[in-house]
């Protein structure tokens, strides 16, 4: 057993607000202590199981072709890989055979459960004739790739284009399901299903948010509940790509990242893993909102008010990466309406068990404690342990979760409730007197993040599809705190000849004429030239000697998102606009209209660019959030 313990200790003057200890403890797969680990016996390799929409068109069927097949190259010799495609049909593909194609063919109407699928193997390996040391059926479809490497990439190169539209993606995953659980059960493995999603065939338009609010799109709320894409993909390890084709440098960059190593070599993701939370007896676990399902776990210290995931203390975690995380939230409780006891500590430990890409399992231990503190004669205590970005996260995760399921307008409202009731709280300020509200240092920002996360996708759904809308509110889920609060509130550098570059504001007086943007939206990297910066660029100084600091200048935002891009999973798009391009609309969207085309002239000069919306401001926002936390009536 190796084990790491690191302790850190953070303190307010003399008085320590936290200690927590992390413990790493690593199982090799002969450790006979570990049940899961005696039970299955030899290390088991890493698997993974590619199911493949074949409804597309050539182009983008070619280029799939080529990624899976690149894909390969980067697996480890000893990785196991099956290969099932659907269309109308569900196939899957027998890789033991050599200079043949052979496959079983499953009709895409009939919905198999994976007890069915392993009977259907059985049946199917009774009536074959016995081998001599043959292993059992299901093995069949899973072959170690050092082996199988040619034949698999020859039959991926003869895959053919789909004649029907109709996708058996239900039936597709289920049989998948059921080969792993027939071949390797309780074992990590990964399902790469490669996806289109479909367009409707015939009349009958896209639906839309309208479509829904309106009940225009027939059998929805019926079917939701058997077929629903976005709640698969949200509660599973699932990788989401929006872009117009699998042809484009965005799908097949994002495809390769996924199986990207470490300094060790090996891959960056963990299979199969499950988190326990544990509390001291005056906190309760009110849920988890991320990639998880419930392992309706209860206990004593379950809560039952539920927020997100809720009403256990453990949650199943299908894969893990470097960025993943989970919202978990608490309730304080008073045992049998006992006081908290002041100057004792709040005890939270985080369990998190997998099975680590090298095929070790895993066990990784996390305790935190925190001093209890009185609300009323200690709120300064709190005010300066307040971290006012991770809290703007978990509130945005928690409205994100109930847009899914609540109008938008009421999940708005819940939003400014909450703010308002945290400015009544902890803002400084005299009664009916907005012009005196203050916040502290620990609270400055945290209005703001709430006015954009207002502004942004994950709430607002105007414009956008609903797929588009759960590609955005997929990724928010699962990403660290500092790319979140990315998504919430873009960066915005500014470029000019002035001196190196800085952030500045996002806001419409930023967006100068003798001014490059960069903006980082996380699913967006968005390059603005000014007014003026597009005509000398368009004059073609930067090709003349004697203005080689205007190359330089043309050149520094193009570098800096290319390291953004070589870095970020999943690849952002890359825009690259100017004053008066149809893209330069990215930019404005996310921008504070400061300056809109009513109050230009009030400014009393020609600085910034005006915004044309109706959207309020957020000196607007602040204005009226000070009203209302210090009004007597609210």
């Known amino acids: 057993i190796e084990s790491s313990g690191k302790e850190k200790q953070c303190t307010v003057g003399d008085c320590p607000i936290e200690h927590y200890f992390v413990f790493f403890f690593q199982f090799p797969p002969a450790y006979a202590g570990i049940s899961e680990v005696e039970s299955r016996g030899a290390q088991s390799p890493l698997i993974f199981l590619y199911v493949v929409d074949t409804c597309l068109e050539e182009d983008d069927l070619q280029a799939l072709k080529e990624s899976l097949q690149m894909s390969l190259s980067l697996l480890p010799p000893d990785a196991l890989v099956g290969l099932i495609t659907f269309g109308r049909m569900v196939q899957v593909h027998e890789l033991s055979c050599e200079g043949i194609s052979k496959s079983y063919v499953f009709r895409g109407t009939k919905d198999l459960t994976a007890k069915q699928i392993q009977q259907a193997s059985h049946a199917m390996q009774q009536a074959r004739p016995p081998q001599p040391q043959e292993h059992p059926f299901f093995h069949r479809f899973l072959q170690p790739i050092h082996k199988i490497d040619m034949n698999l990439t020859d039959l991926l190169g003869s895959l053919t284009q789909g004649k029907r539209p109709l996708r058996s993606t239900g039936v597709a995953l289920s049989i998948a399901v059921g080969l792993l ?63 117009d084709s699998f042809n484009t440098s965005l799908f097949k960059q994002t495809f390769q990242r996924i199986f990207s190593k470490d300094f060790n070599g090996d891959f960056r993701m963990a299979f199969g893993a499950t988190l326990e939370v544990k509390t001291s007896r005056e906190l309760k676990i009110a849920g988890a909102i991320g990639p998880c399902v419930s392992l309706n776990v209860k206990g004593p210290c379950v809560s039952e008010n539920e927020l997100g995931v809720g009403g256990t203390s453990q949650w199943k975690i299908c894969g ?74 978990l509130m945005a995760r928690l409205g994100v979760f109930r847009a899914e399921s609540e109008e938008g307008p009421d999940v708005l409202r819940w939003l400014d409730r909450q703010l308002i009731r945290l400015c009544q709280k902890f803002g400084q300020y005299n009664k009916e007197d907005p012009t005196s509200f203050r916040l502290s240092d620990s609270f400055s920002l945290y209005p703001q993040f709430m006015f954009h996360l207002r502004r942004s996708p994950f709430l607002q759904v105007f414009n956008n599809s609903p797929d588009e809308s759960s590609y955005y509110r997929h990724h928010f889920a699962r990403q660290d705190l500092t790319q979140s609060l990315i998504m919430i509130q873009p960066i915005l550098y500014s470029y000019s000849f002035q001196g190196p570059p800085e952030p500045v504001l996002l806001d419409s007086s ?111 926002f602040m204005d009226h959030l000070k009203k209302l936390a210090v009004s007597s009536a609210c």
């Open 181 to 243: 659980e027939g071949t390797f059960p309780n074992t990590g493995g990964r399902i790469m299903l490669l996806l289109e999603v479909p367009l409707p065939k015939g009349l009958i338009p896209i639906r839309s948010w309208h479509d829904i609010e309106k009940d225009n799109a027939r059998f929805m709320k019926k079917a939701i509940k058997v077929d629903n894409l976005p709640h698969l993909s949200s509660v599973n390890y699932c990788h989401m790509v929006m872009g």
């Open 320 to 393: 893990l990466d470097p960025t993943s995380t989970l919202g978990i939230y608490f309730e304080v409780v008073n045992q049998h309406n006992a006081p908290i006891p002041q100057g004792g500590r709040g005890a939270i430990q985080f369990v998190t068990q997998y099975q680590h890409s090298s095929t070790q399992r895993r066990i990784r231990v996390t305790t935190i404690a925190r001093n209890w503190a009185d609300a009323q004669s200690q709120l300064r205590h709190i005010e300066a342990a307040f971290d006012q970005e991770a809290a703007a996260v």
């Open 510 to 620: 930023s967006i100068l004429a003798d001014r490059i943007l960069l903006m980082d939206t996380f699913f967006q990297i968005v390059i603005y030239l000014g007014e003026t910066i597009a005509q000398w660029r368009k004059a073609g100084y930067q090709d003349m000697p004697e203005y080689k600091n205007f190359k330089h200048l043309l050149q520094a935002p193009l570098d800096d998102a290319q390291e953004i891009l070589q870095a970020r999973f999943p690849m952002p798009r890359y825009i690259n606009t100017e004053h008066g391009g149809s893209q330069a609309r990215f930019l404005l969207s996310k921008v504070n209209p400061s300056q809109t085309h009513n109050n230009l002239y009030a400014w009393g000069q020609e600085t910034g660019a005006p915004i044309l919306t109706d959207d309020v401001s957020l000196q607007v």
